[in-house]
Structures are given as structure tokens and as C-alpha cells.
Antibody, heavy 123, light 110 residues
Framework: EVQLAESGGGLVQPGRSLRLSCTASGFTFVDYAMTWVRQAPGKGLEWVGFIRSTAYGGTAEYAASVKDRFTISRDDSKSIAYLQMNSLKTEDTAVYYC??????????????WGPGTLVTVSS | QSVLTQPPSASGTPGQRVSISCSGSSSNIGSNTVNWFQQLPGTAPKLLIYGTQNQRPSGVPDRFSGSKSGTSASLAISGLQSEDEADYYCAAWDDSLNSYVFGTGTQVSV
């Protein structure tokens, strides 16, 4: 059974950093791209970015709103995808979800999602 | 604000058919596949429709169907049930923004 679990959320001050983890199980992690999506309280879904599988270079793409502040990486040996968030702003407050893409290359959000982790940016 | 526009709300009575529109442009819906997601309160989104043939993942009832024409897409829910009360989002890759974009979301009431 495919399972995804986000962790690392919490309360952080503006300007500080936080790293989220997405621990995967039940599938061959190395074969798939992974995506991060967020949802601010009471708002809609926002794509944050995704990372291709290592076979396709492990390169990442980002939304304009987080580019140059957020970095997505992966550790295939541990089946974990990371979201490093720097220079956090109050508007980054959201529930952050990770999702497994249908393939290793395309930026398409798929069937499998984690339950999400809440990040609150506040002084 | 999102580049994919949906009506904020839609409603129907049990058994009725409800349709949700998603308006985009040539750089997103016009050139890429459209996915539809359902989100129940307090839960992660669930993929309802995907792919060029508007397929449904295993377990999604055939009451849900998707279509696309030009730069617009639609999700139809037939035989509306109380458990269909949720928020629905369209989504697609945008070639101009080099970004995956979600629609503004539609809240469906039964």
C-alpha cells in the first residue's frame, strides 16, 4: 500500500527556515517524481513545486511565489522528499501536502497524497 | 490569483446532475491535460479525473466525468449524492508560467 507522511511542520518566525520531510513507503520511491502542494487557511490549492526522479536528473521546478526561497530535494536511499523553506513569510502559512507523481518526469499531480503538515509563520 | 477560473459555488438536489466549469487559456488547458480533484473538509485532495481520455482512478464512481473543449474543461457529477458535498478543483500544467496551476475551486452543496 502506497503511503506518504509529511512531517516537520510547526510554528516559525518570519525570516526563519524550516525543513519538511515526506516519507514514502509501499512503492519504489526512486522511480517517481514527487510534488509539494500547499493550502493556506480557508484558501485554495497552490502548487509549490516538484522534483523529478534521479533517473531524469532529479531536477526541480518551482512556483514563482517560492522560487529562490524554497528547495526541493530527495534522498532515494531513505525514500524521503524534502522541502527546505528559507526566508519564510507570513503568507507561507499553510498546510503542506506531498504527492507522488504518476511518472518520474512529468509535473503531473497524481493519486497518492499525504495527510499534510501545518506550517504557521508568525512572530 | 489563479489562471484557471471556476465558479465559486454550485448546488443541486440528490439525484440531479451538476456541472462545474474551468476556464483557462491556450498555455494551460488548451495544450495540456486537465486533472480534477475533490477535497472534503480537513482532508487531502483526491484525484477524480486525469489524462487525455478523462480517465478515473480505481474506486472513483462513474458518476464523475470530465470533458475538455479548447481552453475550457468541465466536471460533471450525475446522480448527485450527499457525500459529494466538497470542494472541487481543476488543474493543469501551464507552459507559459512553467508551473502547475490549480483552479480557484468550486464548493458543491447538495
Amino acid at each position: 500500500e502506497v503511503q506518504l507522511a509529511e512531517s516537520g511542520g510547526g510554528l516559525v518566525q518570519p525570516g526563519r527556515s524550516l525543513r519538511l520531510s515526506c516519507t514514502a513507503s509501499g512503492f519504489t520511491f526512486v522511480d517517481y517524481a514527487m510534488t509539494w502542494v500547499r493550502q493556506a487557511p480557508g484558501k485554495g490549492l497552490e502548487w509549490v513545486g516538484f522534483i523529478r526522479s534521479t533517473a531524469y536528473g532529479g531536477t526541480a521546478e518551482y512556483a514563482a511565489s517560492v522560487k529562490d526561497r524554497f528547495t526541493i530535494s530527495r534522498d532515494d536511499s531513505k525514500s524521503i522528499a524534502y522541502l527546505q523553506m528559507n526566508s519564510l513569510k507570513t503568507e507561507d502559512t499553510a498546510v503542506y501536502y506531498c504527492s507522488r507523481n504518476p511518472s518520474g518526469f512529468f509535473p503531473d499531480v497524481g493519486v497518492y497524497w499525504g495527510p499534510g503538515t501545518l506550517v504557521t509563520v508568525s512572530s | 490569483q489563479s489562471v484557471l477560473t471556476q465558479p465559486p459555488s454550485a448546488s443541486g438536489t440528490p439525484g440531479q446532475r451538476v456541472s462545474i466549469s474551468c476556464s483557462g487559456s491556450s498555455s494551460n488547458i488548451g495544450s495540456n491535460t486537465v486533472n480534477w480533484f475533490q477535497q472534503l473538509p480537513g482532508t487531502a485532495p483526491k484525484l477524480l479525473i486525469y489524462g487525455t481520455q478523462n480517465q478515473r482512478p480505481s474506486g472513483v464512481p462513474d458518476r464523475f466525468s470530465g470533458s475538455k473543449s479548447g481552453t475550457s474543461a468541465s466536471l460533471a457529477i450525475s446522480g448527485l449524492q450527499s457525500e459529494d458535498e466538497a470542494d472541487y478543483y481543476c488543474a493543469a500544467w501551464d507552459d507559459s508560467l512553467n508551473s502547475y496551476v490549480f483552479g480557484t475551486g468550486t464548493q458543491v452543496s447538495v
